[in-house]
């Protein structure tokens, strides 16, 4: 019997998935392939992608990949203040993607439709396809990123983000109205989003928890040499560095904790790992032994390797694939509240938090004299956090039902 068909957008090509949003997209990807023939839209907006766009064939019947170029994106996005719009629509506006939507749901007579974030829910956001059944991955309050991001800045930059936020709220709140299901990566934000929307709503809007790949991130299977020369011992923070809540969590530390910590260990060096380094990471580079890699192929490694692994952010939102790679390859971790919530996981000696500059150090040291053949993260992960387990509830929520 042939499989139902699905049309999934994405804002960003799901595959390879080395970040937080393509972890996620792709292991829906996978999931939605097994049940659906899948008709895939998507940007990419990396150059270094583009080597994978024949790879989605494993998945997808049909894929239309359109280049983002940020610059004219973000030209683009500005005609927002003209039209009261959040930035996001027009940054993510592509004429021939949108044709190629309208044709594929025509001519394949597609009914089921997912969405994964709310900048391409305006691709299907058409009164002839109010009967599709339409389901939207909102991943996170992606709005409350904004107010954060208002808050950490003042003068315009701070206007301008805020001025973001409560566009893009009133856009969540369209959506979620409009849509079959609003889904969330973890019940605090599904809770979150809630609060914000009418009571004849609320049914609409569930969580879906992200998983880690267990057998991927498993000590066992790392083989793999890194790249980068490490010198040894060293802590390590991971994520795209040129993401700015990555950025402002790395700075806090260099700025708050890493003088303090070097001064009681002098050996340490701290790895910065991740791609697309900005301009203020690359300037730590080499500044009390500081490393930033870049890309690298292969990030376990680096994890692996590490006395410890830390998550200092301040800026947050859903959960932190970081801290549940960490965890699968059963690390010691000292992180942030904001970087904690979603997973929920006990502290120990093991995992431990705290926002307070004076206390993340003195949970490093402590951390490091930790024996690491006692840590238990890894067990914990494989409890509570795999993709089968967590994606369960997902074959219920596209299934057509009456709005």
């Known amino acids: 019997m042939a499989k139902p068909k699905l049309l999934y957008l994405c804002h960003r090509i799901p595959y390879p998935p080395n970040k937080g949003d393509k972890i996620r997209s792709f292991n829906l990807l996978k999931a939605l392939s097994a049940q659906y023939e899948v008709y895939l839209g998507c940007f990419v907006d990396d150059e270094y992608d583009f080597q994978y766009i024949d790879k989605l064939a494993d998945w997808c019947v049909e894929y239309k990949c359109r280049r983002l170029r940020k610059s004219f994106a973000k030209l683009r996005g500005l005609s927002a203040f003209l039209t009261g719009k959040p930035i996001t629509l027009p940054y993510y506006a592509d004429h021939e993607l949108q044709h190629w939507v309208h044709q594929t749901i025509a001519k394949h007579q ?107 991130f498993d000590p066992a299977a790392v083989t793999k040499a890194p790249e980068y020369p490490l010198q040894q011992p060293y802590l390590v923070f991971t994520g795209a560095m040129d993401y700015w809540a990555n950025v402002d969590a790395v700075l806090w530390f260099c700025q708050q904790v890493w003088p303090q910590l070097r001064a009681l260990r002098p050996d340490l060096h701290f790895y910065i790992v991740g791609g697309n380094p900005s301009a203020e990471v690359l300037a730590l580079h080499g500044q009390h032994q500081v490393r930033v890699t870049g890309r690298v192929d292969d990030v376990r490694p680096y994890i692996r390797e590490a006395e410890l692994v830390v998550a200092p952010l301040r800026i947050a939102r859903g959960i932190q694939n970081k801290v549940l790679e960490a965890m699968a390859l059963n690390k010691k971790i000292v992180a942030s509240d904001m970087a904690m919530e979603g997973i929920n996981a006990p502290t120990s000696a093991y995992l431990a938090q705290s926002d307070d500059a004076a206390e993340f150090l003195q949970l490093c040291k402590t951390m490091l004299q930790q024996e690491d053949a006692l840590c238990t993260n890894r067990e914990w992960v494989q409890q509570h956090f795999t993709w089968p387990a967590t994606l369960t509830p997902l074959p219920g929520y596209l299934q057509h039902a009456e709005k």
């Not at 991943?139 to 107010?147: A, N, Q, Y």
């Not at 003042?154 to 409009?178: D, I, K, N, P, T």
């Not at 009571?199 to 569930?206: R, V």
């Open 110 to 216: 597609i009914d089921t439709v997912m969405v994964f974030s709310s900048s391409m829910a305006q691709y299907v956001d058409f009164p002839q396809y109010d009967q599709l059944h339409r389901v939207i991955d909102f991943v996170d309050v992606d709005s409350d990123k904004w107010r954060q991001y208002a808050d950490n800045q003042r003068g315009v930059m701070s206007w301008v983000y805020r001025r973001e936020f409560r566009q893009l709220q009133r856009l969540e709140q369209h959506y979620c109205s409009a849509f079959n299901y609003s889904l969330f990566v973890s019940p605090d934000e599904a809770a979150l989003f809630r609060q914000l929307m009418p009571t004849t709503l609320k049914d609409k809007i569930q969580p879906l928890l992200n998983g880690v790949d267990v057998q991927f």
